[in-house]
């Protein structure tokens, strides 16, 4: 079975502080994605990463940047928190370039920006 | 721009009746169409999903989706409902070449026993 780990469930921290998401897969997927949650909007794409070192813009990626040093991990950073990212967050990582494979979701991490 | 629609933000059902949860599409060519659900403080998982041939899909827990070109829509449904299928089901579709996911806002089920 692919498994897909956040480093937190629950994160809560202050306005202005540096915030780092961490995303672990064991299944040598290409792909690896970033979304954040937000009741009524749905899943929204932050960044998405299709290699090592590779990375490419989402749908909202303004306040965020991303990390991908090897090929399990791929991490969600916010420079600056701001309350307005107050939200769920959810990595998700699927084979190499195809559309036709499901992506398969951590378990998300809930952050609370104070 | 592509999008996904799902028109319901709730479904009610009682347990042992049918349940459908509708999806329409909105892509520039050929669509894959993908159904997600999550339980409470979960992530996703991944029930069933489109790719072309069949327009029946049959997926996992009982649930199958049917994919209807006319009417740009790819409505999930199961023939009798359970308790345990109340949860938040979330539509996604592409046709991005590298999968990237236009999710709907979510339909929150409610099957009451």
């Known amino acids: 079975d692919v498994k897909v780990t956040q480093s937190s469930r629950y994160l809560v921290k202050r306005t202005g502080e540096k915030v780092f998401l961490e995303c672990v897969q064991d299944m040598d997927h290409e792909n690896m994605f970033w979304y954040r949650q937000d009741p009524g909007l749905g899943l929204r794409l932050i960044y998405f990463s299709y290699d090592v070192k590779m990375k490419e813009k989402g749908d909202i990626p303004e306040g965020y940047s991303v990390s991908r040093e090897k090929k399990e991990r791929f991490s969600l950073i916010l420079e600056s928190a701001s309350t307005n990212q107050t939200s769920m967050y959810l990595c998700a990582s699927s084979p190499p370039r195809t559309p036709a494979y499901e992506q398969y979701f951590g378990p998300g991490t809930r952050l609370t920006v104070t | 721009a592509q999008s996904v629609a799902q028109p319901e933000d709730q479904v009610n059902v009682a347990e042992g009746n049918p349940l459908t949860v509708k999806c329409t599409y909105s892509?520039?060519?050929?669509?894959?169409l993908f159904w997600y659900v999550q339980y409470p403080n979960r992530g996703l998982q991944f029930l069933l999903k489109y790719i072309t041939g069949d327009n029946l899909v049959k997926g996992s827990y009982g649930f199958e989706a049917e994919f209807n070109k006319s009417q740009t829509s790819f409505h999930l449904k199961k023939p009798s409902a359970l308790v345990s299928d109340s949860a938040l089901y979330f539509c996604a579709g592409t046709t991005d070449s590298w999968g990237k996911l236009q999710f709907g806002a979510g339909t929150q089920v409610v099957v009451t026993p």
């Open positions: 892509v520039s060519g050929n669509p894959y």
